[in-house]
C-alpha cells in the first residue's frame, strides 16, 4: 500500500525530469552542440547523484511550510501537483514544479486546517523572484567576462568550439547535480515526514539514511521522465525567448547550475555564511525560472534587443497560475481522497495555550500580556487557533509564529519497545541514548517540552550558539537527529 | 574529448593550407604577369601550372572541409557562414587563375608604356586579396581584428580602380588600334575583377563577423 501511495510521488518525479531537467540541456541540444542520447545520459546520472549525495538541503523548508503527516495525503498533494504540471505542459504553458508542488502544500494546509508558515512562505515567494534575478546578474557578469577574455586569449573559432561542447557536457552535468539536489524535495520532500524506510548499513561501511532510499527512488523517476519525454520540451527551450549562440548558451547553463547548487548546498550557504552572506534558505527553486532569468541576463546584455515579450508575459503568468491550480487541484483531490476512498489525509493538529506553554512563551521572551486572556484556551485545529489570535490587534507575525510552534500538541511517548530500533540505527551519541533512556515510558505533549527534557539529561542534545565552534554543522546534524527520533516517537491522532 | 580536439586541430591546419594556397596563388599571379610582360613564355608557363595546381588542390581542400564538418557537426552555429568564407574566397581563386589564363590563350599585345601601370594593378589588386586572406585568418583566431583586415581590401580595391581607370584612360589615348585598345580593356577588367571579387567577400566577411560575437 506504502509502495502504491509513493507512485504519485514517482508521477511528479517524472514530470520534473520531463520539464525541468530540459531545462538543463535544452540549449545545449537546441544549438546542437549536444546529442540528445549524450545529454539525457549525463542528466540521469547527475540528477541521481545530487539527489542522492544533497537532496536533503532544500527539502527542510517545504516541511516547514506544511508537514504533511500521513502518506495518502502526502500521496494526494503529489499527485495535484504532479496533475498541474502534466494540465500546464498539455496547454503548452510553461511550468515550474517548485511551485506546483508548494500551491498543492498550500492547497493541504487549507484542507486539514493546518496554519501556512507566512515566514517559510513568503521565503520561498521571494526566492521565486530572487531566483530568476539573480540567474540574470550572474548570466550577465558571466557574458561581460567571456567576451573580454575571449577578445583577449583569441581561440580558433573550431577550437572555442570543441572546448564550448566540453564545457556544456561539464556545466551540464553540474546543472543536473543541483537540479537533482535542490529539486528532488519537490518530488518527495513530501513523503519525508512519513517515509515508510528506515537506514540501511552497508557492511558497517557506510549508512544510507532513509530519506537518501526515497531520494533514489524519485532520481530514478526523474531520469526516466528524462528519456521518455524531455525530448519534446528540449526542443523549444532556448528558441522562443532569445536567440543563443553556443557560447551564450554554456553561460546561461553555468548560471542557472550555479543558482540551483546555492539554492540546495548546505556547504555552500555555510562558507557564504561565515563570509558574512546574510542567512537565505535553502528551498527548491525552479529551473525554468533560472533559465529564463539567464536567458534574459544574455538578452540585456546584448544590449535588449529582440526579447520576445509577448513569451515573457506568458511565461510570467504562468508562474503565478500554476501554484493557484495545484492548490485548487490539491484541496478538491484531497476531499475526494478522504470522502470516496475513506483516507487518512491528515493527522489532527490541536493547539492548546495552556499556563505550561505560556509560562515557555515567557521565557522566550515573549510579551505575555498579549496573550493573557487566552489561557488556558484549547483549539482542535491551527485554524481555528489563528482566527482568535486576529482578535489581537497588535501581534506581529514573529510572535505569531512563536505561539503556532509554542501551542501545537504534537504528543510523544517515548516507548521502550522503540528504543531497541533507534539503538540499532546507530544514529545517537551514547550520551543522548542514555538520555532517551532514562525517561522511558514518559509522555510529552509538546516537542520543545519533549527537547526541553532531554537537553536537561544531556548537553549533547542542546544546539550549539554562533559563537561556538563549527555551530552550524553540528546544528544541522543535531536537528537530524531531532527528526530522526520525533519520529520514531510521535503519536499519531488518526482524523 | 581528445578525439574532438584532434578532429578540430586537423581541420583549423586544412584552412591554414587552403588559404595559403590562395595567397601563393596571388604571388604567383604578379611574378606570371611580370614574366608575361618580360616575354619570358617558359617562367610564365611555369607560374601558369602553379597557379592551376593551386587551385585545384585548394577545391579539393575545400570540399574536405567542408565534408569532415558535416560529419563531425562542428560548429553548428556558424558552419553556413564558413562554408560561404571558403566557397566565396576560393572565387577569388578562381578569378586569379582565368585572369592568368586570359594572357596565357589570348596574347595581348601590350606596349612596354603600358607596363608599369598593368604591374601596379596587379600590385594592389593581389594586396587586396593578401589582405582577405588576413582577413578570414582573423575570422577564425582572432575576431577583433577582422575589420581592419577588411578596411585594408577595400583600400586596395579603390586603388585598383583607380590605376584601372587611369590605365584604360592611357589605352584608348594611344594610337594603337581600337580592335586592340577593346582587348587591353578586357585584360584590366579581367585584373580589376580580382579586388571586385575581395572586396565582394569581405563585405560577407563584416556581417559573418557581427553573427560570431558571442
New interface residues.
Partial sequence: MIYLLLSSGLFLGWSLGANDAANVFGTSVG???IKFRTAAWIAAIFVILGAVIEGSGASGTLGKLGSINTMPGAFTVALAAALSVAFMTKLKLPVSTSQAIVGAIIGWNMFSGSITDITSLTKIVLTWIVCPVLSALIAIIL?KF??FF??KA??????L??YT??GLIIVGAFGAYSLGANNISNVVGVFTSSSPFHDINVYNIFTISGNQILFLIGGIAIAVGIFTYSHKVVKTIGKSLFKL????AFIVVLSQSIVLYLFASTEIRHALMSLGIPKYPLVPVSSSQAVIGAILGIAIAKGGRNIQFNILGKISSGWITTPVIACIISFVALFFVQNVFDQHVYHKTPYSLSLKVIDQLEKEGFPIEKIESFEGTRYSTGLRLQQNLKKIKNLNNKEKSMIYSYAAVDSFYVNPAFLKDIEAENILTYKQFRSLETISRQSFSHKWEFQNELILLSPDWEYRTEKQKNYLAYNAHLKKQYDFIYHYLKILNYK | MAILLKTSKMIEMQIDDFLNFISEAGIFFKRGLENYLKDNSAEFEKRLLAVSEHERKADELRLNIEKQLYIHTLIPESRGDVLAILENTDRVMDDIKEALQVFAIEHPAISEEFDALFLELADSSIESVESLIRSVRAFFKDIASVNDHIHKVKFYEREADKIAMSLKNEIFKSDINLSQKIHLRFCVQQIERISDSAEDMSERLAIYTIKRQI
Avoid at chain 1, 583569441?154 to 577550437?159: E, G, M, R, T, V
Avoid at chain 1, 549562440?245 to 551564450?248: F, L, Q, Y
Fill in positions: 544549438t546542437k552542440m557574458y567571456f567576451k575571449l577578445a583569441k581561440i580558433h573559432l573550431l577550437d568550439d570543441a561542447r566540453i549562440s553556443p557560447v551564450t
